[in-house]
């Protein structure tokens, strides 16, 4: 049974708007099924205690819950605002958002991470804990994919995060196109697509063949991609602050079409609508890193956790 490198960030939230929780779920979820990878325990202190803390949960009870119902990630939303005493009010989820983002490993952690994949206090100025973790789950996955050679992956990183470089969706096609280059991208993906990737690869001012052609040759590390794209001669006029910030801002509002919004919605068990601690099954998110997040945790729960759970149910 292949095991799965948790790349869901810290800094991502769903429709609640609480950060963590989604990987929370994700990672409890894989623990649960025995499917997550070595070196990551779903049981843990720091980020997972001012989640849970924050939000007035009790982890044996929630974990309990997790490994019962095997929820998909919008039912798992549903369970946390049935919780009795929840605290989902704005100063509370302001207040857990921000000691998430603003978390930090110890100095000894720290360059362990940055040792691992290959990187210095002089080469990266990352101290929040997120960022460092992104760094080492998106190390780890690189790993696990030279054992895993069977299994097929749903692109779990999201177009909303960012490596040191700062560039958003970056880290998620890196790991699109290095899927697809091993045969590994999960059905219904593909490599480099329209809308964010054409936007990102197009202010980059990279062709979709010279990116496809050297993640496929040299099956790179997400640091020795951004290596690759900072030297690159095309990108030279478009890795300043400015053109970054452009960029991240036109990727930020980027919105699907209607029709496809509504298709996630229905997939997911959502309609439109206000997401609110006391409106059940509907959504008003609009922008498209979101949905591609909802969409994104369907497609795992599908592909992960109702399929070994029906095989536990079997045997």
Known sequence: MNKIVPLISSRVAGPLGVRHLPRFWSMVSLEALRRLAPGYSSVSLGLDEILLDGLGLKREALIDSIEAKRPTYTQFEELIRKQPEIKLD??????????????????????????????????????????????????????????????????????????PLGILHLPRLWSKVLLDARGQLATGYSSVGSGLDEILLDRLGLKKEAVIAYIHEKRPTYIQFEEWVRNHPDTALHLDSIAIWQLNAEIAEHRHPYATRMLIFSRCGLTEGTCSTKTEGTCSTKDAISLDNLENWQAFYEYVVSLDTAKIIRT
Not at 116 to 130: H, I, K, M, P, Q
Not at 134 to 152: C, G, N, P, V, Y
């Open 90 to 163: 704005a100063s509370s989820i302001a207040q857990i958002n921000g000691a998430i983002v603003n978390y930090k490993h110890e100095d000894a952690i720290r360059t362990s991470i940055l040792n691992t994949c290959g990187l210095s206090n002089e080469t990266c100025s990352l101290r929040e804990a997120v960022g460092l973790d992104q760094l080492r789950d998106w190390h780890a996955f690189h790993t696990l994919l030279k054992s895993e050679r069977a299994a097929k992956f749903v692109p779990l990183i999201s177009s909303g995060v960012a490596g």
